[in-house]
C-alpha cells in the first residue's frame, strides 16, 4: 500500500527526504476503514512547506484531514510530528490547529475571545489569552473587529478571525478544509492572495484541503491529488498540470489525456487511434494535448501536414471565456477549443460530422 | 389529572358555601345531572312488594367498607339471584359530591354524620340515615411493636416518627378529639391527606406509628400491629347508611339496608373491626 | 452560494432552539398578510382550545372570594407556604440542573447501547402517576428504602418528612421535563462545535463548559422553566414521600388540597396567589430569555 507513496516521493521535491532525515515535520500514513469505503493516504511534509490535498468530494480528503486532527480514529498506519508518534494523542493535546470549512467560530464570543480561546485552553491566564489573541488579529488586520459577534465578520474576515484562532494555539501542523470554499468568487481572490501571504509566513507544516485546482496551486507548494481514498498523483503544481496522469486531473488542468503504448514516435491507445508525439518513448506513457492544439475541419483537409487526423461528431457545446469548446465523441474522443467565429463559420452544432487534427508538436508524452 | 380529580373528590363543602357553580363542575364529572327523575320514582318505594328482587344495586360506599360490603354483595347475590351489586367505594366526601351532583346510586353508605348530612341537605336521601356500624381509633405501629408502645402518650415521646391524618379530614378530627381527651400535645413528622396514607407510612417502616382506625389496621394484615387507647373512646365515628332518593332500584336498595343491619351482616362487619352501633 | 456570515447566523439560530428564529418569521408574517390568512380549520380548534385553557381559570377568578381576600392573603400560613413552595421548586430546578443537563448531554452526544432505554426511563417520570412515583421514591429513598437504608445507616440522612425530601420529590417530578429541552437543544446544535474547541485544546469538559453549554443556554433556560412551573405546582409525589406539615413540607399546593376539605374559599384564594406568582415569574422569564413577542 505504500507503493503509490514511495513512487510519488521520488517524484516530488527533495524536502520531504530532509524531514525525514531530521525527523522534522509530517510523517504520516493515514488508513482509516469506515463500511466500504477505505482512505488510504501517506503523506510527509517538511516545516515550511504547504500541501493540499486535491481531490473530488468523498475522495477522502476530510477525513484524512480529520485523521491528522484526531477528530476521526486512525484503523491504521502511522502518525508521526517533529518525531512524535500521534496515533493515541487526543485531538485535544495534538499540537495541531484547523481551521474549519464553515471557520466554525463560537457565535457567543467575540472574535477576540475566540482566538483567545485555544491559548486559554493551553493554560495561559485570561489576560495573556487576550494579549496574545489581540497580537494575532493585529497581524491579521483584524485589529478593528476585536470585539464583534462572529455573526457581525463579513466571509472574509471571519475566515481570517478563524486562521487567527488556529495558529494563536501554535501548532506545528497547521490544517484547512476548503478555506475559501465558503467565500463568493470577488471576496476569494482577495482571500486568497492574503491566505498565501500568511501560509508562505507559516514555519511549521500546512495541510490544506480543496477541491478547487485553482486554489490549490495557488495556495500550496505541493499538490497530492487524492481520488476514492488513495493518491493517484503527487507533485508540484506546475508539473501536475504538465503531466496529469488521471482523467479527473487533466480535466481540471484543462488536458486532453490517453494512455497507452509508445513506440518511437507513435503512441498506440489502449482504445482508438495511433497518436503521433514529439518524443520518442517506449513502453507505457501518457499522451497530453490542450484542447487549444486541436483543429476542426468540416472537409477531410487535405494539407497532410497533421499526421493526427481523426474522424469526430459533436457531441456537446458550450461557451469557456471567450471561446467555444466541443465535446467530440468518434475515434478518439477529445475537447477542442476555437473561436466563436470559427464555431459558426464551421457550422457547428451537435451532431455535426468534423476532423479533428493536432500537430505532433503540440502534444507530450511522459512514461507511466 | 389525579391531582384534580381528587379536588373534586374533596369539594364537599365546595357544594354548601360555594354553591351552584361548583355544584355544575361536580355534576360534569359525575357525568349526569338528573335533578327531576329524584321526585317520580320516591312514590313507587310506597307500593314495593319484597317478594321477587331483580336488576342492579348501586351502592356509594366509604372506602373504609370495601372488604366487608364486597363480601356483603356477594352474599346479597347468593341470596337474590339476578341481582347484581355494583360498588363505588371512595372517600365519603367526594361521593357525597357524587351525589348532590347527580350520580345514579341506590344506597350511600359513609363513614361520617358529618358527610352524610351534604347528602341530606341537598334533600338527596330517602328518609332518616340509621348508623349501622362505628369505628374505633387505633394506633398502628411496626409489626412487633419495636418501641414498645402501649398508650396514645407513648406516641408524645421523643424521637418517634407518628404521623396523623390532617385535621380537614375525619380521622384527623378524631385523632384531635382523641388528643384533646388525654390533654396530650402530639407533633407528627405529617398530617397525611386521609387515613390510607397514613397507614401507607407505617407499612414502609417510614414513620413509626400512626393513629388510624381500627378497620384500618384489621385490613392492613400483618404489615403493622394495632394498640389500642382507652382515648378512643371519645372519638369514635358512627357510619350511617341511607337509600337515596335518586334509587332506580328502591326494593333491591332495602333489601341491601336490611342485610346490612342484619346479624349477619353485623357479623361480618364485626369481623373487619367495626363496632356495633 | 452562501455567504458565511449568513450560515453562522443559521447554526447560531438553531443552537439558540428556535425562539430566535420564531420571533424573525413572526415578524415578517406579521407585517404582511395578516390575521386574515389563517383557515377557519385552523383557527376554530384553535380558538376552542385556548377557551378550554383560559375558561377554567377565569372562572377561578369569578368565584374567588375577592372581599375575605386580604385577610386570607395576609396571614402566616399562606406566606409560610409560598416561601416553601418557591424555596422547593427553586432548589428542585437547581438539582435538576446540576444533574439533568449532564445526563441530556450523555443522551444527546454519546452513543451507547440501550440509549433508547435509557431515554424511555428518563422520560418515565412524565407518564407515572405522581403518587406512584411517590410511593417509588418511598422505596428507594424512605428510611427503609433500598438506598434510604444506607443513607440512614451511614450518614444519618433521612429524606422523607424533610424539606429536603420535598425537593426530592419535585426534582423528580420535574427533571424530565428539563432533560428532554435540554436534549433536544443539544442535538439540533452542531457538534462540530465541540470538534473546534478540541482542536483548540478544550478538554471534552471545557469544551462542553465553555462552548456547547453557552450554545445551548435558551433551551437550558427554557428547560429550566418548565420544571420550575412543575414543580410549583407539584402535588402527589410531594405529600406522599415528604409528608404534609406546615412550615416543613407543606408547599402551596399541599395547602391548597388540604383547605378545599374544610374552606374552599381559603383553597381558590390560595391558588389565586399560587397562579399570579407562576404567572410573574414565567412572564419575566419569558421576557428575558425565550422572547417569543
Given at each position: 500500500m505504500?507503493?503509490p507513496?514511495e513512487a510519488a516521493?521520488?517524484?516530488s521535491a527533495p524536502s520531504?527526504?530532509?524531514?525525514h ?9 493515514l ?7 477505505r482512505?488510504?493516504v501517506a503523506?510527509?511534509v517538511?516545516?515550511g512547506e ?7 468530494n468523498?475522495?477522502?480528503?476530510t477525513?484524512a ?10 484503523s ?7 518525531g512524535?508518534?500521534?496515533?493515541r ?8 490547529g484547523?481551521?474549519?470549512?464553515d471557520?466554525?467560530?463560537f457565535p ?5 475571545d475566540n ?5 486559554r485552553?493551553q493554560g495561559a491566564?485570561?489576560?495573556r489569552a487576550?494579549a496574545?489573541?489581540a ?8 485589529a ?5 459577534k462572529p ?6 474576515q471571519a ?7 488556529a ?7 497547521l ?6 470554499a465558503?467565500l463568493?468568487?470577488?471576496?476569494r ?16 507544516v ?5 477541491h478547487?485546482?485553482l486554489?490549490a496551486?495557488?495556495?500550496a507548494?505541493r499538490l497530492v491529488v487524492?481520488?476514492?481514498g488513495?493518491v493517484?498523483q503527487?507533485g508540484a503544481?506546475?508539473?501536475?498540470a ?12 484543462g488536458l486532453?489525456?490517453y494512455r ?5 514516435h507513435a503512441?498506440?491507445?489502449d482504445?482508438?487511434p495511433?497518436i503521433?508525439t ?12 490542450p484542447?487549444?492544439?486541436?483543429t ?7 494539407g ?6 481523426w474522424?469526430c461528431?459533436?457531441a456537446?457545446l ?10 467530440l465523441a468518434g475515434e478518439?474522443?477529445l ?8 464555431a ?7 451532431g455535426?460530422?468534423v476532423?479533428a487534427?493536432?500537430?505532433?508538436t503540440?502534444?507530450?508524452?511522459y512514461?507511466? | 389529572m389525579t391531582r384534580?380529580a ?8 365546595t357544594?354548601?358555601v360555594a354553591g351552584?357553580?361548583?355544584?355544575a ?6 357525568c ?8 317520580t320514582?320516591?312514590d313507587?318505594?310506597?307500593s ?7 336488576g342492579t ?5 366509604a372506602?373504609?367498607?370495601?372488604e366487608s360490603f364486597t363480601t356483603?354483595?356477594e352474599k346479597?347475590?347468593k341470596?337474590?339471584?339476578g ?10 366526601d367526594?361521593l357525597?359530591a357524587?351525589?348532590?351532583g ?9 363513614a361520617?354524620p358529618?358527610t352524610?348530612?351534604i347528602?341530606t341537605?341537598a334533600?338527596?336521601a330517602s328518609g332518616?340515615p340509621?348508623?349501622?356500624?362505628r369505628n374505633k381509633l387505633?394506633?398502628?405501629?411496626l409489626p412487633g ?8 402518650k407513648?406516641?408524645?415521646?421523643s424521637g418517634?416518627k407518628?404521623v396523623?391524618?390532617d385535621k ?16 396530650l400535645?402530639l407533633?407528627?413528622v405529617?398530617?397525611?391527606q386521609?387515613v ?8 414502609l417502616?417510614?414513620a413509626d406509628?400512626?393513629v388510624?382506625?381500627?378497620?384500618d389496621?384489621?385490613?392492613a394484615g ?8 382507652p382515648e378512643?373512646?371519645?372519638a369514635v365515628?358512627?357510619?350511617?347508611i341511607v337509600?337515596?332518593?335518586?334509587a332506580q332500584?328502591t ?22 373491626g367495626?363496632l356495633?352501633? | 452560494?452562501t ?6 447566523d443559521?447554526?447560531?439560530d438553531?443552537?439558540?432552539?428556535g425562539?430566535?428564529r420564531?420571533?424573525?418569521r413572526a415578524?415578517t ?7 386574515s390568512g389563517?383557515p377557519l380549520?385552523?383557527l376554530?380548534?384553535?380558538?376552542l382550545?385556548l377557551a378550554?385553557?383560559?375558561?377554567p381559570?377565569?372562572a377561578l377568578?369569578v368565584?374567588?372570594p ?6 386570607l392573603?395576609t396571614s402566616?400560613e399562606v406566606?409560610?407556604a409560598l416561601?416553601?413552595s ?8 437547581a438539582v ?5 443537563v449532564?445526563?441530556a448531554?450523555?443522551l444527546a452526544r ?6 433508547g432505554?435509557?431515554?424511555?426511563l428518563?422520560?418515565?417520570p412524565?407518564v407515572l402517576?405522581?403518587?406512584?412515583g411517590?410511593?417509588?421514591?418511598l422505596?428507594?429513598l424512605g428510611?427503609?428504602?433500598?438506598v434510604?437504608?444506607?443513607l440512614d445507616?451511614?450518614?444519618g440522612i433521612?429524606?422523607p ?5 420535598v425537593?426530592v420529590a419535585?426534582?423528580f ?7 428532554i ?11 462540530r462545535f465541540e470538534?473546534?474547541?478540541a482542536t483548540l485544546?478544550a478538554?471534552r ?5 465553555r462552548?456547547t453549554?453557552p450554545?445551548?443556554a435558551p433551551g ?10 412543575r414543580?410549583?405546582g407539584?402535588?402527589g409525589a410531594t405529600?406522599?414521600?415528604a409528608g404534609?406539615f ?5 408547599t ?9 376539605q374544610?374552606d374552599?374559599e381559603?383553597?381558590i ?5 399560587l397562579?399570579?406568582v ?7 422569564l ?7 413577542g
Open positions: 505504500t507503493e507513496h516521493s521520488a517524484a520531504a527526504h530532509d524531514a532525515a531530521s525527523e522534522e515535520g509530517l510523517d504520516a500514513h488508513v482509516v476503514e469506515r463500511g466500504t469505503f482512505l488510504d503523506l510527509s517538511a516545516p504547504v500541501v493540499a490535498l486535491l481531490g473530488p468523498g475522495a477522502g480528503k477525513t484531514l480529520r485523521a491528522l486532527a484526531g477528530l476521526t480514529p486512525l491504521g498506519g502511522r502518525l508521526r510530528l517533529d512524535t508518534a500521534l496515533e494523542t487526543p485531538p485535544e493535546s495534538r499540537p495541531v484547523v481551521v474549519f470549512q471557520y466554525l467560530l457567543h464570543l467575540t472574535a477576540l482566538v483567545a480561546f485555544g491559548p485552553c491566564t485570561k489576560e487576550r496574545r489573541a497580537e494575532w488579529l493585529d497581524r491579521l488586520g483584524l478593528d473587529h476585536a470585539g464583534a455573526r457581525r465578520l463579513s466571509g472574509g475566515q481570517r478571525v478563524a486562521l487567527a484562532r495558529l494563536a494555539t501554535r501548532p506545528r501542523l490544517l484547512l478544509d476548503e478555506p475559501l465558503a463568493d468568487a470577488r471576496t481572490l482577495e482571500v486568497r492572495s492574503q491566505l498565501r501571504r500568511h501560509l508562505a509566513e507559516f514555519e511549521a500546512a495541510v490544506l484541503v480543496t478547487d485546482p486554489d496551486m495557488v495556495l507548494d487524492v481520488e476514492d488513495r493517484v503527487e503544481p506546475s508539473d501536475i504538465r503531466r496529469p496522469r488521471t482523467d479527473y486531473i487533466a480535466q481540471l488542468v486532453n489525456l497507452g503504448e509508445a513506440d518511437g503512441v498506440r491507445l482504445a482508438g495511433p503521433t514529439t518524443e520518442a518513448l517506449s513502453g507505457p506513457v501518457f499522451v497530453a494535448f484542447p487549444s492544439a486541436v476542426l475541419y468540416r472537409d477531410r483537409p487535405t497532410a501536414s497533421a499526421r493526427n487526423l474522424r461528431e459533436v456537446g458550450e461557451t469557456h471565456g471567450d471561446q467555444i469548446r466541443a465535446d478518439l474522443p475537447a477542442a477549443d476555437l473561436t466563436t467565429v470559427a459558426a463559420e464551421l457550422d457547428l452544432h451537435p455535426a460530422a476532423w487534427t493536432v500537430k505532433a503540440q502534444t507530450h508524452a512514461p507511466v | 384534580t381528587r379536588r373534586i373528590r374533596h369539594t364537599r363543602r357544594l354548601q351552584a357553580g361548583a355544584a363542575l361536580l355534576a360534569l364529572s359525575a349526569s345531572s338528573s335533578d327531576d327523575s329524584s321526585s320514582t320516591s313507587s318505594s310506597a314495593g312488594s319484597s317478594d321477587k328482587l331483580s344495586v348501586t351502592v356509594f360506599a372506602a373504609s367498607l370495601k356483603l354483595g346479597f347475590e341470596e337474590h339471584p341481582t347484581k351489586v355494583t360498588f363505588s367505594f371512595g372517600g365519603s367526594s357525597a357524587s351525589i348532590t347527580g350520580a345514579p346510586a341506590d344506597v350511600f353508605a359513609s361520617s358529618k352524610m348530612k347528602v341537605d334533600g338527596d332518616t340509621a348508623t349501622f356500624v387505633e394506633i398502628a405501629t411493636n419495636p418501641h414498645k408502645i402501649s398508650s396514645l407513648d406516641l408524645t415521646g418517634l407518628v396523623l391524618c380537614e379530614v375525619p380521622c384527623g378530627a378524631a385523632a384531635e378529639k382523641a388528643l384533646d381527651a388525654g390533654r400535645k407533633t407528627p405529617s398530617y397525611e386521609d390510607k396514607a397514613a397507614l401507607t407510612k407505617v407499612e417502616k417510614e406509628a400512626a388510624v382506625y381500627k378497620t389496621v384489621h385490613a400483618d404489615k403493622v400491629e394495632g394498640v389500642e387507647f378512643s373512646d371519645d365515628n358512627d357510619y350511617p337509600r337515596l332518593k335518586s332500584n326494593e333491591g336498595a332495602e333489601a341491601f339496608l336490611a342485610l346490612v343491619r342484619s346479624a349477619e351482616g353485623q357479623q361480618v362487619l364485626t369481623e373487619a367495626f356495633k352501633p | 452560494m455567504s458565511p456570515t449568513g450560515t453562522s443559521a447554526a447560531a438553531t443552537l439558540r432552539g425562539p430566535r420564531r420571533r424573525r415578524r408574517t406579521g407585517g404582511g398578510s395578516g390575521n389563517v380549520p385552523l376554530v380548534p384553535a380558538l382550545g378550554f385553557l383560559v375558561v381559570l377565569v377568578l368565584r374567588a375577592w372581599r375575605s381576600l386580604p385577610d392573603l402566616a406566606w409560610q416561601q416553601l418557591l424555596v422547593c421548586a427553586t432548589a428542585a430546578t435538576s440542573l446540576v444533574i439533568g449532564p445526563l448531554w450523555l454519546v452513543e451507547f447501547p440501550g440509549r432505554l435509557v431515554r424511555a428518563v422520560t418515565l412524565l402517576p405522581p403518587v406512584v411517590g410511593v417509588a421514591l422505596m428507594a428510611r427503609n428504602g433500598i434510604g437504608k444506607w445507616s451511614w450518614f433521612t429524606l418528612f424533610t424539606t429536603a425530601g425537593v419535585e426534582a417530578v420535574a427533571m424530565p421535563f428539563l432533560v429541552s435540554v436534549e433536544g437543544t443539544l442535538r439540533a446544535a452542531d457538534p470538534e473546534a474547541a485544546g478538554s469538559f471545557t469544551a462542553f463548559r462552548v453549554l450554545l445551548i437550558i433556560a427554557a428547560g429550566a422553566v418548565l420544571a420550575w412551573a414543580a410549583l407539584e402535588f405529600i406522599t414521600f404534609n406546615p412550615g416543613r413540607t407543606q402551596m399546593p399541599l395547602s391548597v388540597y388540604l383547605a378545599l374544610s374552599p381559603a383553597a384564594a390560595l391558588s389565586l396567589v397562579l399570579a407562576s404567572v410573574a415569574v414565567l412572564a419575566g419569558r421576557d428575558r430569555w425565550m422572547t417569543t
